[in-house]
Each structure stands twice: as C-alpha cells, then as structure tokens.
C-alpha cells in the first residue's frame, strides 16, 4: 500500500495519523506517517499536545481499510506470507 508522491515536495505530503490509546487516556499514543501510512513512528502526547500536532500537522485518521491493510502487512513480515507464526 503506497500513495501517489512522487510529484508532491516533502511539504505537500499527506500525514496520516492512527490513535492507539483509550479516548479517556491521560496521553494520546498513536502512530504518524508522512507519505506512506505503513512506514510510521510510535509517538506519545498529553492530549492538548496532541491536539495541537494534529492541526499543525493537518493530519488524515486512517481508515478501517488502511489499518486492515497495514496490519495484514505487518503480520506478513513478521510471521511469513500466510501469517504462520514458527
């Protein structure tokens, strides 16, 4: 699963946030990208901190779709093509 980015600057690329945490959490642990949704970072803010990341950043939720297809992704490289664990 890549975007479209090879005519967008670094500046035009789309930054894709995943919230991981409970809606009532003390800290906001998501996961950002920028370009490509399934090449992220693990990052933790104070909720008002992450509020503010959020509109600097113009950040798009993934959707039901993008994380289904990131986390089938993930199990590939992780266990193998059928999700066999060994």
Known sequence: MTTEIQHKSFDELTRYIRVRSEPDDRFVEFDFAIGYPELFVELVLPRDAFKIFCEH?????????????????MVKWRFGERGERY
Do not use: F, P
Not at 57 to 73: C, F, L, P
């Open 57 to 73: 950043n113009k950040v798009v939720h993934m959707d039901a779709e993008m994380i289904r297809e990131i986390d089938e992704d």
